[in-house]
Structures are given as C-alpha cells and as structure tokens.
C-alpha cells in the first residue's frame, strides 16, 4: 500500500444494554493486529530431537532430515495461518460471506423486494426490480506475495527470521482483507441510490456532508426510507452500525452516547416559555460502532448489517505454496533460495446498496 495505516486504531464498539434494555455504555473490542501466539505447539519441534538437549542446527537438519524442505513449509504454514486466525476482521461484522466456483458470480441486485401492494382483480400487478437479467456480478481476482528463506538462512541458522517472515505472511493476509474492503466502501462511485431514481424518499447516499445530528438524520432516513424503485414498496432497513475512521471515533461516540444534547451557542431571539429537551435521542440508536485505521481524514458512514447489502466470496482459501529445494528449483539452482508464495482467491461488492450511506467528508464533526 502506499499509505502508511496506523493498525493500532481498529477497534469494534458494542453498546452495552442493561435492565429494561437501557442504554448502560459502550465496551471497545480493539482488533490486535500485532497478537501475540499462543501456539498450541512448536512447529519446529523436529529440530530437536528427543536424544538431544539442543536442537539441530538448520543445515544439519536438512542433512539429516530428507523431508526437511517440506517440514520447515508445514511450520511456516502454522505459523502463517495461526497468525490469520488469530487476527479478528473489522470487516466481517458487515459482509455477507459466500463461496465462489466460478469467475465471477451474479446475485439479485436490490433482492430485497419490501411489502406486496393491493392489486385487486383486473388492475395491473406491479413487479418488482429483482431479476437476473438485471443482477449483480461480483469478479474473482487471485492474489499472490512470495517471499524467499534463502540458503545462508539455513547455513547459519537464522530460525527466527524465518518464524518472522511465516508471522508476516499470515498477518499479510487478513491486511489484504481488511485494505480491499475498505477501499470498496470508501469510494463513492460504489454508492449509487438517489430519491430521485426511486430509491429512497430522501436523495443520494453518498453525500459530503459532515458529522452532526442534522446529516446524521439525513442519513438514517435515507437507509430508512429504501424502497424497490418500481412497486414503491419500503424494505424495512434501519442502520444498526456507524463506521468511521480513529480521527471521528471519540467526537461521534460522545454524540452517541452523552446522557443529553445541549445548546452550544445559547438562545436566539425571544425566551422561550419552556426550555429545550435535553434527552438525548440518539443514544443507543446504533448497536454496533466500527472503526478502522483504513477510513481516512473524517470519512464516515452507516449501514444496517443484517440487510448484508455486501457480498465476499471465497474461490480458495488463503494457502503457501514451496518450491522443492533441489535441481528441479531455479530458485534453488541459481539464486541459493527456497521460495513461498502465499496466495488467496476471492471478491467482493455491493449487491444491495440502499442499506448503506457514506460521507466523504474531510472536515471534523461539529459535535460540541
């Protein structure tokens, strides 16, 4: 990537209720990006032998080991998918998870179909927009890094280096992941919907409007009012997440989760016969807060998560694939090299964007 991510800002924040359902905090769930393993055992475990106080050196192990070049990939693996597993995605929490056979696949798009209208006998009925010919196709790319454990590695018995880059290539995987994700859901050519093309009875859900109650508004009741464009009927979506990036996260909790709302610049004009409310509203409308280190400047947005508006789709399973380390290997033969690919196949997109908004705002929120 060409811009430096701070991954020690992801987190993802529940709303803690208590008795009768009422709103009694926030818990963060920071998204350790850096774990630390806990394996359930050591993947280089052949290295010493149960004769031997310490272990073999790397080179000897290879002399005496002639399945050495396939037991070093298998703890490289471990550690590799260990890392990966132990990783939990902020993006999950939004996506829809499929698997894939095929190039690319289609889904309804707007599957969604709302409520069936009164059509009594001898009017027209009227069709929804859902339709194969009009779906969604989602393309499957194949992603692909190699690394190199080169033979000095092993001549001088560098096994740490090489725990790190088996550390890395797991790690790599989930930061591909979470990089393509939020690259999708940050661009807003992704973001299509508009009241004016029958979509919503408010108007575009991709706006640059700033954070503050009155845009908050607009755009809760744009995911509200998402209907299918033919029949008119409502779908019943209402945003149950807010996603920002690390720069809005405290400004939009504290909206979120103050007891009150309070006037920032006084009264204007005559006094009023009652004061203003100071119960908060929107306290607790939101069940779920992500954040991520990949939404840049003040970008955010709102989705409802259980509409899965968004599809990923998995063709293969992240795998690491060896070279053998003998004269069948160029690597091997020319460079002195043992070479790892790691690699995944999958895709991913909107197939239902009308439960989604998004704010492609770089001013701060006007939360006071």
């Known amino acids: 990537m060409a811009d430096m991510v701070d991954t020690s800002k992801a987190k993802i924040v529940e709303i803690q209720r208590g008795i009768n359902d009422q709103v009694s905090g926030f818990k963060d769930h920071p ?7 806990e394996l359930a055992y ?3 475990e052949w ?9 073999m050196q790397l080179q000897e192990a290879f002399v005496m ?15 590799a998918f260990s890392t990966y597993a132990g990783i939990a995605p902020t993006y999950a929490q939004l996506v829809r998870k499929e698997s894939s056979n095929r190039p690319e696949e289609q889904y309804l798009r707007d599957g969604a179909m709302g409520t069936v209208p009164r059509a009594p006998s001898g009017s027209e009925v009227k069709f929804v927009t859902s339709a194969l010919e009009g779906g969604t196709k989602i393309q499957n790319f194949l992603y692909r890094m190699g690394v190199e454990v080169t033979g000095d590695d092993i001549k001088f018995d560098r096994l740490g ?3 790190q880059i088996a550390y890395e290539l797991g790690k790599s995987a989930i930061m591909t992941e979470e990089s393509d994700f939020w ?7 992704n973001y299509v919907r508009n009241s004016t093309t029958l979509d919503n009875d408010i108007g575009a859900n991709t706006l640059s409007t700033i954070f503050n109650a009155t845009d908050l508004d607009t755009a809760l009741t744009t995911i509200s009012t998402a209907k299918d464009k033919k029949s008119g009927s409502y779908l019943g979506y209402n945003a149950d997440t ?3 990036g690390p720069r809005s996260e405290f400004a939009i909790k504290q909206f979120l989760m103050s007891d009150g709302l309070y006037r920032a610049g006084g009264w204007s004009g005559a006094a009023e016969t009652r004061g203003g409310g100071t119960y908060n509203p929107y306290r607790g409308l939101l069940s779920k807060m992500v954040v991520s280190p990949w939404v840049n400047s003040y970008l955010w947005g709102l989705c409802d998560s259980s ?3 968004y599809v990923w789709q998995t063709v293969e399973p992240w795998q690491i694939l060896q070279e053998n380390m003998n004269e069948t290997s160029e690597a091997w033969l020319t460079r002195d090299a043992i070479r790892y690919v790691l690699r995944g196949y999958f895709g991913h997109g909107f197939v239902d964007d009308r439960a989604w908004f998004f704010s492609s705002t770089t001013s701060a929120p006007t939360v006071v």
Do not use: M, S
């Not at 690259?183 to 050519?189: L, N």
């Open 242 to 244: 807010i996603w920002c």
């Open 161 to 163: 280096k090489i725990r």
């Open 307 to 309: 509409a899965y508006g």
């Open 183 to 189: 690259t999708a859901v940050t661009t807003g050519a």
């Open 65 to 79: 080991h002639p399945d050495a070049a396939n037991l070093l990939r298998d703890g490289i693996k471990f550690i």
């Open 42 to 44: 050591d993947p280089f």
């Open 47 to 55: 290295l010493k032998p149960q004769d031997r106080k310490f272990r």
């Open 31 to 37: 998204v350790n990006y850096n774990p630390r393993l």
